[in-house]
Antibody
């Protein structure tokens, strides 16, 4: 069965960076886009972008250009998202989700990132 | 960006009741719409894609309809396990955008 296992919660300082992971299993990792979505309490869901692990192609929401960097490691079937220059506005839960064509059919459990000094 | 306006923001209904959640797009999204269910502390789960196609394993009491800019999710015969938040999402154009969500509670 398809599973997306994300890394654990992060407490990070303002101005720093964090890299979170999403390990895929149960399907061919290189055949589907991996999307990343941000959820802040009361602020709904925001799409950050996708990476196609087959060739490393990426597409970002312009709002997250310079903030998020998506990468993927085919050898370990793991997708990564690095968030840089962190501020309190980046405190949120971040999900990875498999893209089936354009909708998201399987989601990771989410990673809570807290930015605090 | 395409704005997705979802209504109502919250909804209280009784077991066995039929509920409808609406989503309006700021422009025509040509059925490029999905609905997700999110239970507290959990990740969203896909219910409906392409506006009216039921995702594998989703109970048939869930259905989607609509076209153009107006879409709806209907839940027939509400069950206790349907208590959750529901989100619509358009994938017709970048950036993909979500509705603000509808919180469904039992009366």
């Amino acid at each position: 069965q398809v599973q997306l296992q994300q890394s654990g919660a992060e407490l990070v300082k303002p101005g720093s960076s964090v890299k979170i992971s999403c390990k895929a299993s149960g399907y061919t990792f290189t055949s589907y886009d991996m999307h990343w979505i941000k959820q802040q309490p009361g602020n709904g869901l925001e799409w950050i972008g996708w990476i196609y692990p087959g060739n490393g192609n990426t597409k970002y929401n312009q709002k997250f250009n310079g903030k998020a960097t998506l990468t993927a490691d085919k050898s370990s079937s793991t997708a990564y998202m690095q968030l840089s220059s962190l501020t309190s506005e980046d405190s949120a839960v971040y999900f990875c989700a498999r893209g089936n064509y354009v909708y998201f059919d399987y989601w990771g459990q989410g990673v809570m990132v807290t930015v605090s000094s | 960006d395409i704005q997705m306006t979802q209504s109502p923001a919250s909804l209280s209904a009784s077991l066995g009741e039929t509920v409808t959640i609406e989503c309006r797009a700021s422009e025509d999204i040509y059925n490029g719409l999905a609905w997700y269910q999110q239970k507290p502390g959990k990740s969203p789960q896909l219910l409906i894609y392409n506006a009216n196609s039921l995702h594998t394993g989703v109970p048939s009491r869930f259905s989607g309809s609509g076209s153009g800019t107006q879409y709806s999710l209907k839940i027939n015969s509400l069950q206790s396990e349907d208590v959750a938040s529901y989100f619509c999402q358009q994938y017709y154009d970048y950036p993909y955008t979500f509705g603000a969500g509808t919180k469904l509670e039992l009366k």
